[in-house]
């Protein structure tokens, strides 16, 4: 992870735990955001907007689309039934890149205030599109 994105922080806790932080900017016109990835062994890469806390909102939105948790900003990056991402396939080149790019659909979020364009697969009904 240090390699591939230098200038991050990378923890590692007796060889079964990551801890890695960065500042990403999805697109040269964005924002920059502090990121953190959380790897356990055995578990899914858990992934999180640290900085700015809370991320802003769209106008009529009450909830930031596509996450897992709305207080910890925890994203929704891919569907965790191993298919998309499993352990043999490196943080760095998946869950990275996809942290950048729900970023960049975030701020098109943001600046359209309009459904999220991101895709995936949402615990809302299609009628509330994370609006009122």
Not at 26 to 51: I, T
Not at 66 to 95: E, F, I, M
Request: with cysteine; aromatic share 16%; charged share 20%.
């Amino acid at each position: 992870m240090g390699k591939t994105y230098p200038g991050s922080s990378v923890k590692t806790l007796m060889d079964r735990e990551l801890i890695w932080q960065h500042t990403i900017q999805p697109s040269p016109l964005s924002d920059q955001y502090k990121v953190l990835l959380h790897y356990s062994v055995g578990s899914s890469p858990e992934f999180y907007v640290v900085q700015p806390s809370p991320l802003s909102l769209a106008k009529s939105a009450t909830k930031l689309p596509h996450v897992y948790d709305q207080k910890t900003q925890r994203l929704c990056l891919y569907y965790p039934d191993g298919k998309q991402w499993n352990k043999s396939k490196p943080l760095a080149r998946t869950v990275v890149f996809w942290a950048y790019e729900w970023l960049y659909h975030y701020e098109i979020w943001l600046g359209t205030d309009d459904e999220w364009k991101g895709g995936g697969i949402h615990p809302f009904s299609e009628k509330q599109k994370f609006k009122r």
